[in-house]
């Protein structure tokens, strides 16, 4: 009987394939199959994994079903012929643990997670991790217990749509490691693999103060960005929320994440009750956060159509990744004929916001609210070099503090020598003569 190869790796996987089988109709399947590895051989230098077919002998339905019956009951696969070696049924396949994992992440698993982070971890596991096992010819699982391999894995790292193929930022890096091993973790726990190789992994900091300084938008370069024409491939919808979330960024402060999912019981009238407050919890501090929102931020958002759902209206109805590549998008529109004087991204909102505020004076204690740190102290981190009172407060305690020292040392130079005895040692308190 000819056997069509299925290519499934573990006893689960087959058991449930057959299942899927069992349900199909009878001419969909020809022969019901079991197939499992013994071992890997070279194949053009990678390692491919060499396979065993046995057929179940039947094209029978009720036969198939009466005999899967009988294999669940004694617990085993259906007999391989020729089979000479010892199968391994532990040996999970990358494929098998990527699809299980974000199986047991999506709304209605026991471990959901939301659904922008789900879109993250799905990026980096069937955009990053499925090609680069392809290309390097790992099949297992349990290969990324070694820390090289986890080690080539994230510098093989680029951007996947901005700037595509370049290098990614350190910080990006960081986080997309962070989520790999959290994945690794879960199989680790799974008993996939014995222990994670990427927990070992660490990354230098080769960024100087000038790469960690931040900047925003100048006044005259958001203008430029608000007065770029509607996008011609999107919607008149999509180009009014795209617009809506980038004046919610720049004048609440908001990371495009908060953006992203920001809803209209999120927004609440002030203390004065003469204008809005945007009342929300940050993503990723999990803190509160309530910031002044202007009034024409606030029409732009309930003029959306927008969705519902859990009774809130919802402002932005694209994904958290399309909305970045829009904001992007308006940016580059915005420097056709002129760059801005420094690399932008969405985050610029977030530092225009605070820059601005700098700059004309307000409480650094107040931005720091505002932008939801944990203290005034990342305020000023983050923005010091931006303060300028901080600067001149500086200068003038430089100043004080040397005009102090030198009046001190002149004062010295001044003062007479104190009485000596004959050795030349000064004389004890006691044996000086008191005026």
């Given amino acids: 009987m000819e056997s069509e190869p299925l290519g499934f790796d573990s006893t689960q996987q087959l058991q449930a394939h ?10 969909q399947s020809p022969a019901i199959i079991a197939v499992q590895p013994i071992h890997t051989k070279m194949v053009k230098g990678k390692l491919r994994a060499k396979r065993l077919f046995a057929s179940l002998d039947t094209n029978d339905w009720t036969a198939a079903e009466q005999e899967i019956a009988r294999l669940y009951r004694r617990g085993s696969l259906p007999p391989l012929p020729s089979a000479g070696q010892v199968l391994d049924t532990s040996a999970i396949t990358v494929g098998y643990a990527v699809e299980r994992y974000l199986q047991s992440r999506k709304d209605g698993s026991l471990n959901p997670i939301e659904a922008d982070t789900y879109a993250h971890y799905a990026s980096l596991l069937n955009q990053r991790l499925i090609p680069f096992c392809d290309d390097k010819g790992i099949a297992y699982i349990r290969d990324f217990e070694n820390k ?10 680029r951007q996947l749509r901005r700037n595509q193929g370049a290098l990614l930022a350190m910080s990006t890096r960081r986080t997309e490691l962070e989520r ?15 222990k994670s190789g990427a927990d070992r992994i660490r990354f230098k900091n080769h960024t100087t103060a000038h790469d960690e300084e931040r900047y925003g938008l100048e006044l005259e370069e958001y203008e430029r960005l608000m007065a770029v024409p509607d996008a011609p491939d999107l919607s008149e919808v999509d180009n009014r929320e795209t617009r809506a979330a980038t004046e919610l960024m720049r004048w609440t402060g908001m990371r495009i994440s908060d953006a992203h999912k920001f809803n209209d019981s999120e927004i609440v009238r002030n203390e004065r009750g003469d204008g809005y407050n945007a009342d929300f919890i940050q993503k990723k501090t999990k803190r509160r956060c309530i910031t002044p929102l202007p009034d024409h931020v606030v029409e732009m958002l309930n003029a959306l159509p927008g969705h519902s759902r859990d009774g809130k209206k919802y402002f932005i109805t694209c994904t958290y990744t399309a909305l970045r590549m829009r904001v992007d998008t308006l940016a580059a529109r915005a420097q056709k004929d002129q760059p801005f004087a420094h690399p932008f991204s969405p985050h610029c909102l977030r530092h225009t916001f605070a820059i601005q505020h700098i700059n004309v004076g307000t409480d650094v204690k107040l931005i720091s609210k505002w932008l939801g740190h944990e203290s005034v102290a990342v305020t000023l981190e983050h923005y010091g070099n931006w303060i300028r009172e901080t600067h001149k407060l500086a200068e003038d305690v430089s100043r004080d503090a040397n005009a102090r020292m030198m009046m ?5 130079r001044k003062q007479p020598p104190s009485p000596q005895s004959r050795d030349g040692r000064p004389l004890p308190l006691t044996d000086m003569q008191v005026p």
Avoid: H
């Avoid at 090289?148 to 894995?153: A, E, G, K, M, Y």
């Avoid at 790999?180 to 014995?194: D, I, S």
């Avoid at 001190?408 to 010295?412: I, M, P, T, W």
């Fill in 408 to 412: 001190k040392a002149a004062a010295l």
């Fill in 148 to 157: 090289d391999v986890c080690s080539q894995f994230t510098e093989s790292w």
């Fill in 180 to 194: 790999f091993r959290t994945f690794l973790r879960e199989c680790v726990e799974n008993e996939w693999m014995q």
């Fill in 18 to 27: 057959i299942i899927g089988c069992l349900r199909r109709k009878p001419e």
